[in-house]
């Protein structure tokens, strides 16, 4: 039967059970009936579909994972990035909520195969994995908006360096978190580049082009991102002046000449250029983010005069060019005849204050809004009000409830204090972390040129230790 078996194509077995008569399969004599079973067809396979089949163990028990079609590795790799982003936003401050979530989504839907493999590990790079990830993807996702309607002038490599300037912390000290840049100074950047001159936006992109080079080499040391942001922030400083520039420099445009606020860019492009990151990042800000017990922040020169030194923080933190020329001398110094000293001095008696030595008696301060709007104003690009707050917990808890969202925006709050034994004196918050009655606030006095956290709960609270003495938050100025 293993003959017949095989000439009609039947299992042997299948022959035997449908022939009971056949008492030895190995033994079939002429004349002897036979029925053959129906051959067995194979099972037509369905097309493949577009779908995700789970992992099935082959004939060893192994796992073998299904191939993925390229349409299929797009959508795992947009979804599991929304995903990991919106974690680390909740991580950092608050999560993603449906807008932006929407807008994330729609823009990774616009990209496929590389093009989506690089964006989607930039964000992991430099973004979800960030002390800042909450205000550097807002940062990103405005920036991308704003792409979509100038994409001439707002390209990628402006997006991702303008949101690394966000993200990447300045210092590894608890007071350096902070990125180069705010929120608000990336879009300010963004907002000067689409309303300058096209002349000035091609010196512009010169700059960017040559950061961390010379002679179209790579410089030994230079970090070319830095040096990027920092070009961008001092873009963002002059957003006005660049957007809108004054009639004298509509000329010089004309004649092929920059700006008077482009070339002061220029020229700080130049000095930098190649320069080590931890050097461009000390001569960027006036803070002190080293994280060693020393005081190292910038300091009144006068006994009245914090609220120009506050200005002048102020500026120093949106300006690197003005950090700069700051420090072409010690910070950290209560030396008058100097031009910190006499920057103080003159806003100070400006304003109808009297400066006289730290330990002198018969200073006169005045309202920390007139300096601020003369000396950082035009920079910051903001008009400073003084809002002044009623001695009550829950007037402190709004106040640090309307600076806890500027500050993640990227803008500082200058802030009075009054003392418990009377007088007053003008600090800056410029950073907070955490959240709801576990915040804290990264506090510069200049007085002592002290940067340290405050907590949230402490000042509301008030009686608070404000560095150089105590007392509660007396006013803010937005």
């Known amino acids: 039967m293993t003959g017949i078996a095989r000439q009609h194509q039947v299992p042997l077995n299948d022959l035997i059970q449908a022939n009971p008569q056949i008492q030895n399969p190995d033994r079939i004599f002429p004349g002897q009936e036979l029925s053959i079973p129906a051959r067995q067809q194979p099972a037509v396979q369905a097309p493949p579909v577009d779908r995700f089949e789970p992992s099935q163990p082959n004939v060893f028990g192994q796992l073998v994972q299904p191939q993925l079609t390229p349409v299929q590795v797009d959508q795992n790799t947009r979804a599991s990035t929304v995903a990991d982003l919106d974690q680390a936003m909740t991580r950092t401050g608050q999560g993603m909520n449906a807008t932006e979530r929407q807008a994330l989504e729609r823009h990774l839907n616009g990209l496929s195969g590389p093009a989506l493999q690089n964006e989607t590990q930039f964000l992991r790079d430099h973004v979800v994995n960030s002390p800042n990830a909450d205000r550097a993807a807002r940062t990103y996702l405005e920036l991308r908006d704003m792409q979509s309607a100038n994409p001439s002038r707002i390209n990628n490599d402006v997006v991702h360096t303008l949101t690394r300037g966000v993200a990447d912390r300045r210092t590894d000290a608890a007071a350096g978190q902070e990125g180069l840049m705010g929120r608000q100074q990336a879009i300010d950047a963004a907002t000067a580049l689409t309303r300058m001159p096209q002349s000035e936006y091609n010196r512009v992109t010169q700059m960017l082009n040559g950061a961390g080079q010379r002679g179209g080499s790579p410089i030994p040391g230079a970090d070319a991102q830095t040096e990027r942001a920092l070009i961008l922030e001092s873009v963002a400083a002059r957003r006005d002046q ?170 500082d709050v200058p802030v009075a204090v009054a003392w418990d034994g009377g007088g007053g004196h003008a600090q800056i918050l410029t950073d907070v972390r955490g959240s709801g009655n576990n915040r804290e606030y990264l506090l510069t006095d200049p007085y002592n040129g002290e940067t340290r956290w405050l907590r949230h709960q402490d000042i509301v609270n008030g009686h608070t230790n404000f560095a150089c003495g105590t007392g509660r938050l007396r006013a803010t100025f937005e």
């Open 242 to 411: 660049l957007s809108n520039p004054p009639v004298w420099d509509r000329i010089r445009n004309a004649v092929g000449q920059p700006s008077r606020a482009m070339s002061d860019i220029q020229t700080y492009a130049d000095q930098i250029r190649g320069t080590p990151r931890n050097e461009l990042i000390q001569n960027s800000t006036v803070l002190d983010l080293n994280g060693d017990a020393a005081a190292e922040a910038l300091q009144q020169r006068f006994s009245h005069s914090c609220a120009p030194t506050t200005a002048q923080i102020a500026r120093a933190e949106v300006d690197p060019i003005y950090a700069r020329q700051l420090h072409q001398e010690a910070i950290h110094s209560t030396a008058m005849d100097t031009a910190i000293g006499r920057e103080q001095r003159a806003s100070l008696e400006e304003h109808g204050g009297v400066a006289v030595a730290r330990d002198a008696a018969g200073g006169r301060g005045v309202n920390t809004a007139l300096p601020l709007n003369d000396l950082a104003a035009p920079y910051t690009n903001r008009t400073y009000t003084r809002n002044e707050l009623a001695d009550t917990p829950d007037a402190r808890q709004q106040a640090l409830d309307r600076a806890d969202a500027l500050l993640r925006r990227g803008v």
